[in-house]
């Protein structure tokens, strides 16, 4: 079994929104959700520490989210801003949230702010790969913050408070149009946003360009002189109809990345995650049409589209966006909880994929870029 590492999860947005508790079990959460509303308005958790444990997820790429009130979907969406004060104190209790989750459980979780954290966790995890049956090791995961979503950085100097806080990536948007355009909102980069990248490199943060629309992530690529990724976007090419139509809501369908922008982001080393969402695998998705229509080949056909892009394997990796606004029923039927994601491999090796391109697919990848973006301790 290859170590893991998810470059996308909603965690602390999950637990102070609903109060699930990520220490405890996916089925335990699920008991105790049993006959409330969140399963409705987020699906079933697929995630938990003993899942982590079995699929052998090792780092976590822990996002910072919050949405602009004006997408609210509910009196339960508590975490939501009018300004950007709010959005401001709604970063710093997630941030908090994820201190007190590594403090109060640290044989669970670890946080890894540094190159020296990042081979603390790793080195326990090569240890459990190679412990003999019936002599398992238990590995603290290791969380990476991820800000999804910049509009709580009322100027871009507080970058340095967040980098001090352990925040290593960035991506600037998400509904869109203060920094740059995204997947509802806006055109391309704001003066404002260009100054927010400019701080961001100078301090060494790495830039997510996920929910970008397309001529926005084309000037990231551009002017961005740091590392860059997509945590957690498909292949565009797959997700229309027949006839050319986006079965996205999301602007003109630019949530995903099309094969100029894949190829761009090729040319600068990055690493894309693709999530297994079913209404971004299958076009015209709904629940309705039941889990059986779609499998793991539809999440790896994303994959594949974007190694025989590169030509290589080193430019994806995994980024499930759990649980952020979907979870089981609405994953490839394959997969009831995180720990499933290992069926990644046997899939990939019939699609002709060998150990070591497997390897860094499912964390390889992540593990290089988190090297570039670490500092050394």
Known sequence: MSIIIDAHEDLAYSALTFGRDYTQS???????????????????????WQEYQQGKVAIIFATLFI?????KEGEWDVICYHTFDQ????????????????EEHPEKFQPVFNRQDLQTVLSCWKRSQSSEAGNTITCPTGLVMLMENAEGIRRPREMEEYWEAGVRIVGPVWAGERFCGGSMEGEGFTKEGYELLETMAELGFALDVSHMN???TLQALDTYEGVVIASHSNARALTRYIGGEYHITDRKGERHLSDLAIRRMVER??????????????????????RHQVTLKDWTAHIDHICQIAGDARHVGIGTDFDGGFGWPAVPMELETIADLQKLSGI???EGYQPDD???????NWQRILEKVLPES
């Open 67 to 71: 949405t602009p009130e004006r997408y």
């Open 214 to 216: 397309e001529i926005s």
């Open 269 to 290: 080393d990055g690493v894309i995650g693709v999530l297994p969402y079913n209404r971004f695998l299958r076009p015209g998705w709904t629940e309705q049409d039941g």
């Open 26 to 48: 996916a089925a335990s959460i699920r008991q105790f959700e049993q006959g409330t509303f969140i399963p409705s308005v987020n699906g079933h958790t697929m995630l938990g």
């Open 87 to 102: 959005a401001h104190e709604l970063y710093w209790q997630e941030i908090d949230y994820y201190r007190k989750l590594c």
């Open 358 to 364: 497997i390897t860094a697919i499912l964390g390889g």
């Open 348 to 350: 990939l090796a019939e």
